[in-house]
């Protein structure tokens, strides 16, 4: 028998049920990239095309299946599953063996890693989530590229965290505006992201241009997000250089994961790497341990095949992988370059090519939204519009596809820029 005392329960109804509401975090999120590419295609007075489609949209390089990951890394995860050892949960933080090869992988005499600095994620969007919430508290402000990858915007606003955007600057092949982005701190900011070499630009920042951005977080005891899970991929001319190896006082998270040079997305693998300065990272090191315990780690049999991975694939195989992209994204700067209309920033790396439109060449283009669905309805070619980083004016393409697709797409483009020329 309940207590004479005991409060009464006001929950209980009759009749049919109310809507559930959902949550204010799920309200607030957002991924630009998600949405345009989940919109129906609206109906235009021209003729649709019957074309065979072309998506240039999503930067995944496994779809058409021209790329694909080396055998050794396949090789790997069957041993590790085959092992019958990894089919219980890992420790929340990483399996250790994986957390030791991405140690002795990226530790650098100027940025020295141990196994403990490692933290394994699911995928490096994972890592962007992990980072930005160890970091940022609601009503905190991050510092944010624009153009850039739009998850940074979607986790930050799911989490009420304010998101401030310098702007990356095209005609410099869009290095920081160094003074935009120091006008943008203030004493709420609790972080500034960097993403080198970049999606959605396919730039690489030079020694010089990092050193500018380390020194802005030093004046004011800002920590650095770096995230690097393009690492080393970079053309003919160009050098990476990891952020975390120029600097001896700032702290940083530098993000990467086995998605994109290794040609495995669906793996979902990812990882943060705790460079810390003087200690000050103690508190943070702790946050990444609590908030590794929500999912309890990724994959367990993956991780496991990390060191096999890393140990065993040729030192020529990035070297050839970079090679073609490099030739897949000459092949679209060279087609694009003779379609009225477009301006191609050219990509110094990663899976991108960024174009400029000039709007007012076009007669009947209001931005690059409509430029997208129009070429979509009309040629069956899928990009996305700039306002998916938020730097509108602009369209990315991605550089994965087959050549015969590239050239077939840069085709259509160009017809369709000519057809809507003034």
């Not at 009759?14 to 990239?33: A, H, K, L, Q």
């Not at 992201?193 to 004011?220: M, Q, W, Y």
């Not at 690097?228 to 991929?233: G, R, S």
């Not at 990724?298 to 490099?326: G, R, V, W």
């Amino acid at each position: 028998m309940p207590s004479a005392n005991a409060p009464r329960n006001t929950r209980i109804q009759t009749g049919s049920w109310d809507t559930v509401r959902r949550s204010d975090v799920s309200r607030r999120t957002f991924n630009p990239i998600r949405d345009v590419l989940s919109r129906p295609v609206q109906p235009l007075s021209t003729p649709k095309s019957t074309k065979e489609p072309i998506s240039l949209s999503i930067g995944d390089p496994t779809v058409f299946g021209n790329f694909k990951t080396h055998p050794v890394v396949v090789e790997a995860v069957e041993e590790a599953v085959r092992s019958f050892s990894f089919n219980g949960y890992p420790p929340s933080v990483g399996v250790p063996q994986a957390r030791e090869a991405v140690a002795s992988k990226y530790t650098h005499p100027q940025a020295p890693l141990t196994a403990n600095d490692v933290v394994m994620a699911s995928g490096c969007s994972g890592a962007v989530e992990m980072a930005i919430s160890v970091l940022c508290s609601e009503g905190q402000n991050i510092l944010l590229p624009r153009p850039g990858f739009c998850l940074y915007n979607t986790v930050a606003g799911s989490r009420n965290i304010e998101t401030r955007l310098y702007n990356l600057v095209a005609e410099r092949n869009w290095e920081v505006d160094i003074a935009h982005m120091e006008s943008l701190i203030d004493e709420n900011t609790a972080a500034i992201l960097i993403n080198n070499p970049s999606n959605p630009c396919g730039s690489n920042f030079t020694k010089a241009h990092l050193k500018a951005i380390l020194d802005v977080c030093e004046r004011h005891r800002v920590p650095l997000i770096s995230d690097e899970i393009y690492a080393d991929m970079v053309f003919s001319g160009q050098v990476f250089t990891p952020t975390a190896t120029l600097t001896s006082t700032v702290p940083i998270l530098t993000l990467g994961g086995l998605a994109k040079q290794w040609l495995v997305p669906g793996w979902r693998i990812g990882w943060i790497l705790i460079h810390d300065r003087n200690n000050a990272f103690a508190q943070v090191r702790q946050g990444l341990f609590a908030l590794s315990t929500l999912i309890n780690g990724p994959c367990a049999p993956i991780q496991a095949a990390i060191p096999k991975i890393f140990a065993e694939i040729p030192d020529d195989y990035l070297q050839t992988l970079n090679s073609q992209l490099e030739t897949h994204a000459r092949i679209l700067e060279a087609e694009l370059a003779k379609a009225p209309g477009l301006e191609v920033i050219t990509p110094q790396g990663a899976m991108y090519v960024m174009v400029k439109l000039n709007i007012n060449s076009f007669k009947d283009i209001s931005d690059d939204a409509d430029f997208c669905h129009k070429l979509k309805w009309e040629e069956s070619v899928e990009i996305l519009p700039g306002e998916c980083f938020a730097y509108p004016g602009t369209v990315r393409l991605v550089i994965t596809p087959p050549q015969d697709k590239l050239h077939t797409a840069a085709s259509r483009i160009a017809a369709f820029c000519k057809r809507h020329s003034k």
